[in-house]
């Protein structure tokens, strides 16, 4: 069982940066991928940035060129660097983790979940 702890949400004002940070048990998954993920109130879950066992950084599109994933393998720990956020960007964030590849940005079959941190923007 792998366990996922997220933090460093919080509040920002419109155009800010935060820096989400997930740490994970040791795993040693030969593919994988681990992810963000963001659900506001009302909206479906989706796929915000992941990185997979080969280095592959997908985005959404509403968020390239604003947000940065990296991962630190020695300390198997995932980050989100966020800049430049949006009111819209409101939202509890979630790191993720599953044990193959493809897909990364899909939520849907990702095995384990971490407690999510909230994150605010404000006008």
């Known amino acids: 069982q792998v366990q996922l702890v997220e933090s460093g949400g919080g509040s920002v004002q419109a155009g800010g940066s935060l820096r989400l940070s997930c740490a994970a048990s040791?795993?040693?998954?030969?593919?994988?991928?681990m992810g963000w993920f963001r659900q506001a109130p009302g909206k479906a879950r989706e796929g915000v940035a992941a990185?997979?066992?080969?280095?592959?950084?997908p985005y959404v599109g509403s968020v390239k060129g604003r947000f940065t994933i990296s991962k630190d393998n020695a300390k198997n720990t995932l980050f989100l660097q966020m800049n430049s956020l949006k009111p819209e960007e409101t939202a509890m964030y979630y790191c993720?983790?599953?044990?193959?590849?493809?897909?990364?940005?899909?939520?849907?079959?990702?095995?384990?979940w971490g407690q999510g941190t909230q994150v605010t923007v404000s006008s």
């Open positions: 993720a983790l599953k044990p193959r590849g493809g897909l990364c940005l899909d939520p849907r079959k990702y095995n384990y």
């Open positions: 040791r795993y040693t998954y030969s593919r994988y991928c």
């Open positions: 990185i997979d066992s080969d280095g592959v950084t």
